[in-house]
T-cell receptor, first 110, second 116 residues
Framework: SQTIHQWPATLVQPVGSPLSLECTVE??????LYWYRQAAGRGLQLLFY??????ISSEVPQNLSASRPQDRQFILSSKKLLLSDSGFYLC?????????FGQGTRLTVV | AQSVTQLGSHVSVSEGALVLLRCNYS??????LFWYVQYPNQGLQLLLK??????LVKGINGFEAEFKKSETSFHLTKPSAHMSDAAEYFC??????????????FGKGTLLTVNP
């Protein structure tokens, strides 16, 4: 069966520091991959999606970037974190319109 | 573009009472609709999905939802609430735009509280 791993679960980073969140999927090939951010009371906002290795689409302009170096690996990065980057970040993969989510990373920028 | 509106950011019910969480969608083409549940500090778990088959969809944990095209609604119900149902619930919509990529658009969520 397919599983999705996302780490770390929590992260506290100072303003201006870099960020790297990793997500990997097991048990499937060539999945569509997504990064969402969740802010309290605002639902989930799609940040990036990828339909294949090296193919990244950005949904909103921001301080973040994404990369897909391998078929089942999706990385969310930033060179310099802002306070506004704090939030709950969720990675997901999909098959036939159904999305499955990782356990999320709680990022607090201080 | 498609969108979802969840009516009521917070719903409170008594244990054993009916649960009704409302979701209305907007889409120019036939949509796929989903309900997800999120427990504190966890990811989203799929409750049920509508993908153009039966309009009454049954999901996990006794939940079900009915797709009503005329009302553009996809409300989530459960006949009898349990304490373990306390969580945040998200309605989501996507469409088939011709490729393999399906981008979900989420509502803002409804926090369900179950009182003993």
């Amino acid at each position: 069966s397919q599983t999705i791993h996302q780490w770390p679960a929590t992260l506290v980073q100072p303003v201006g520091s870099p960020l790297s969140l990793e997500c990997t999927v097991e048990g499937t090939s060539n999945p569509n991959l997504y990064w969402y951010r969740q802010a309290a009371g605002r639902g989930l906002q799609l940040l990036f999606y990828s339909v294949g290795i090296g193919q990244i689409s950005s949904e909103v302009p921001q301080n973040l970037s994404a990369s897909r170096p391998q078929d089942r690996q999706f990385i969310l990065s930033s060179k310099k974190l802002l306070l506004s980057d704090s939030g709950f970040y969720l990675c997901a993969w999909s098959v036939l319109a159904v999305a499955f989510f990782g356990q999320g990373t709680r990022l607090t920028v201080v | 573009a498609q969108s979802v509106t969840q009516l009521g950011s917070h719903v409170s019910v008594s244990e054993g009472a009916l649960v009704l969480l409302r979701c209305n969608y907007s889409s120019s083409v036939p949509p796929y609709l989903f309900w997800y549940v999120q427990y504190p500090n966890q990811g989203l778990q799929l409750l049920l999905k509508y993908t153009s088959a039966a309009t009454l969809v049954k999901g996990i944990n006794g939940f079900e939802a009915e797709f009503k095209k005329s009302e553009t609604s996809f409300h989530l119900t459960k006949p009898s609430a349990h304490m373990s149902d306390a969580a945040e619930y998200f309605c989501a919509v996507t469409i088939n735009s011709g490729g393999s990529n399906y981008k979900l658009t989420f509502g803002k969520g409804t926090l369900l509280t179950v009182n003993p």
